[in-house]
């Protein structure tokens, strides 16, 4: 269970061999020093402790360790993903080596303790001796020196440990061993043993442990110039077949930072999300409707395949995710062709009634079929908040599917792979509403292709389909 590479653990995804330790410190603003480690602490602090999002605080953290070298900020972001990434292994190791457990920790202890536990477990390019002595430096700086004794004794014996614990969990059977093996919660891999089978369920649930490939779309009026640029600077690209301007890209340093970002002419979107679009059959003249559209990937593949015709109609409820959608639409160049407005996809809205070919219905959902990408939703979904996300989903469909044309096209997807948010729902719209299934194997590349496109639905699980967790169903809105 040893992790031998790391790599950058930026949001790219972009791989570097790893680099032994090295510590580089940078003098804050107050005076303190910022370390990967104390970065690293910190982002994990506010996710795990606080709450926040996890691509938030890691872009917070590359701001304010700017003056890192590149070999710290790839040390910071590994320790920062890999420890969200074996929480729960990490907490049960710990566990057994504590004589208080992590749950009754104080909250920067058990911080410290889990990201140290990780290097120690995981990280054999950081010496345990320096891993350690980090540890209980940064304890000592936050003023928990009176604990530096009780750390130094538990990591210690975990070191000495580690090899007997990690071979007694990965032996561990059922659902119990599979939650130690993936750091999911034993609910999540029985429900998904369930749905899937043991085998199915592990490699889903075992792709959180990696990181997803960097893919997108080029939006460029030139695009071969954006290749140009990339073969200049060294970027890696390959293109994917079947789907319209579509790339995978590795070998930078920064996404962010990708003048193509930023400028908008390559906007990142996972192949899943691109197979949605492609499904609803868009043709020029449409008028395509997205009620849940930010960041707003959906909408510009839809205005790309209108090919300057048609209209697409933009929205969210949400005023922060509205000036998302809106940015990234104008950075695309493409304010004429899609309308942005604030728009709550649960309310009904008689102005717009009958006026769709195509609805993309993309609901709110739990999120576990992107937890390549957001690590921290294993630990926050819940059956009960699951569960509870079934009502909003069908609130939502029923305030849409009116805007339909009779003989328009419907879209309803989730990035998800609970059964109950997507193939239930998929029964329970094909026996409330005037809907029949369309097949779509036609529309999306051979390899997405299989039985159930063919009955109008795809599922796509992680670690398996080589995307993010998916769900596609398409309807016809049946004419009077």
Request: glycine content about 8%; overall charge positive; hydrophobic content about 40%.
């Amino acid at each position: 269970m040893t992790e031998r590479r790391y790599g950058t653990g930026r949001p790219d995804g972009s791989r570097r061999n790893a680099r032994p330790e090295v510590r580089s410190d940078v003098a804050s603003r107050s005076g303190t020093a910022v370390t990967a480690r104390s970065l690293a602490a910190r982002g994990l602090r506010d996710v795990l402790e606080n709450g926040e999002k996890s691509h938030v605080v890691l872009a917070s953290m590359y701001r304010d360790g700017e003056r890192l070298t590149d070999a710290d900020r790839r040390l910071m972001t590994r320790l920062f993903e890999g420890t969200l990434e074996r929480l729960l292994l990490l907490d049960h190791l710990l566990d057994r080596v504590c004589s208080r457990p992590v749950s009754r920790q104080k909250p920067y202890l058990r911080t410290v303790m889990r990201m140290t536990a990780y290097q120690l477990c995981f990280l054999d390019s950081v010496p345990p001796y320096a891993a350690v002595s980090e540890a209980l430096r940064l304890l000592e700086q936050h003023g928990l020196s009176g604990l530096k004794g009780f750390a130094n004794g538990c990591l210690r014996s975990l070191q000495r440990q580690k090899e007997a614990l990690l071979e007694a969990a990965e032996r561990t059977e059922g659902p119990e061993g599979m939650s130690l093996r993936t750091s999911a919660p034993k609910w999540l891999c029985e429900r998904l043993t369930a749905s899937y089978g043991a085998d199915r369920a592990q490699a889903v649930l075992s792709a959180s442990l990696t990181r997803p490939p960097v893919t997108g779309r080029l939006v460029s009026p030139d695009p071969e110039a954006v290749l140009a640029s990339w073969e200049k600077q060294g970027i890696g690209y390959n293109r994917l077949e079947g789907l319209p301007d579509a790339f995978e890209i590795d070998g930078f340093d920064r996404l962010d930072r990708l003048a193509e970002i930023r400028n908008g002419s390559f906007l990142v979107q996972d192949v899943s999300s691109m197979l949605a679009v492609l499904s609803a059959g868009i043709r020029p003249g449409m008028t395509v409707m997205d009620p849940c559209a930010a960041p707003g990937g959906k909408s510009l593949l839809a205005a790309r395949l209108l090919d300057g015709s048609g209209r697409v109609i933009s929205g969210d409820k949400s005023e922060a995710k509205l000036r998302l959608l809106r940015e990234n639409v104008r950075r695309a160049g493409m304010e004429e062709r899609i309308a942005c407005r604030v728009w709550d996809a649960s309310v009904p809205d008689p102005a717009l009634a009958g006026q769709a070919d195509v609805l993309l219905l993309d609901v709110p959902c739990s999120g576990l079929g992107v937890l390549r990408r957001k690590k921290e939703i294993k630990y926050r979904v819940t059956p009960e908040s699951a569960a509870e996300l079934i009502g909003l989903q069908r609130q939502i469909a029923a305030a849409c599917l009116e805007r339909v044309r009779p003989g328009g096209q419907v879209v309803y997807s989730t990035c998800t792979v609970l059964p109950e948010e997507n193939i239930r729902q998929r029964e329970w719209l094909l026996d409330r509403f005037p809907l029949r299934p369309v097949p779509f194997s036609d529309r999306i590349p051979e390899r997405f292709r299989r039985e159930s496109t063919q009955e109008g639905w795809l599922q796509l699980l992680p670690g398996i389909d080589e995307t993010d967790g998916f769900f596609i169903a398409v309807f016809e809105k049946e004419k009077a």
